[in-house]
């Protein structure tokens, strides 16, 4: 059994991540402001599986002392994707630099075995070369980009002079059960699924011709995992994706096919700093973390929509074979 400090828990990710490690018999404790976190998804957790504290990243104090007695630090609290940063890029560079520069420190000084940070794919930023490659040398494109590369930077630097073992995973578009299906700030996985069970056409940003790499949640769990143990991950960054895209016209292709719908989105105009395609390469997460990505698309959308169904009670036509 270890102990694992997860910020930003209370998350799309971090509510996934905390079910698997307490399911494993391990304990954990939850570090979040529920800016956008939800209680409600660690409600029926005992004190002894999880605890929470409520606090902001940026209190370095506060989250030094829920690190203690830690062996693991999982860091996903931040300012989440690019149309919010677009809109308030000093707020997400603030959580990202100051709040990655406390919880390593946290990490630093209570002597935590491996730090995790959730870094994204935007990093890589605009760059026509596809796969994108852990070699390859990062140019963001949006204040949420430049935000996450500041944290790599950070995990990499207190490696280097610290000697704490970091690990960074750049994750690609994760989607699954739990995220939030209600706001601006979510991904478009989530919209599509919210938009479909209202009976509403899923809005689509541009011609709907670029691409993204989707990995499940559930991928993404294992991938954390596996980065706490993993032999020389240390000091390390990984794509974490499935390694195969598909265009946003595409994706509502597959829903049609799924649902035995005909829905056309509705086209917006392209919003600014989104990258036009996605894809990773994923023989390094592969090789040094032992990471394999286990749930299709077609699969992991069922599942999706299986739980947003049950979760929003909402009435939606499901192929017969999941039901
Ligand atoms: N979802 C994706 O597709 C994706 C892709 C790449 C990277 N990421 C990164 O993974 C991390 C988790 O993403 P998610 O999708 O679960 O997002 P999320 O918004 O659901 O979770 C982030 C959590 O961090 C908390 N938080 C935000 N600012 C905080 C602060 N200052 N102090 C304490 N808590 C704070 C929020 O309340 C929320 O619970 C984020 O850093 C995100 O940038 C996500």
Known sequence: MAKYLVTGGAGFIGTNLVEALVAGGDKVVVYDDFRRGQRRNLQDYKQTEVRIVEGDVRDAKTLKRAAKGCDYLLHLAGV???????????????????????????????????????????????????????????????????????GEDLARVFYTTYRIETVCLRLFNVYGPREKPDDDDTGLMARFISALLQGKPPQIYGDGKQSRDFVHVSDVVEAFRLACTAPKAEGEVFNIASGSRVSITGLLAVFNQLLDLEVTGEFKDARPADVRHSLAETIKAQEVLGFRPRVGLHEGIVKAMLWYRRALGKSVKLPRSST
């Open 80 to 150: 989440t994707g690019v149309p919010r940063s677009v809109k308030d890029p000093h707020e997400t560079l603030e959580v990202s630099s100051i709040g990655t520069l406390n919880a390593l420190t946290a990490a630093r000084d209570m002597k935590i075995k491996r730090f995790v940070y959730a870094s994204s794919c935007a990093v890589y930023g605009e760059s026509p070369i596809l796969p994108k490659e852990e070699v390859m040398l990062p140019a963001p494109y949006s204040p949420y980009g430049a935000a996450m590369l500041i």
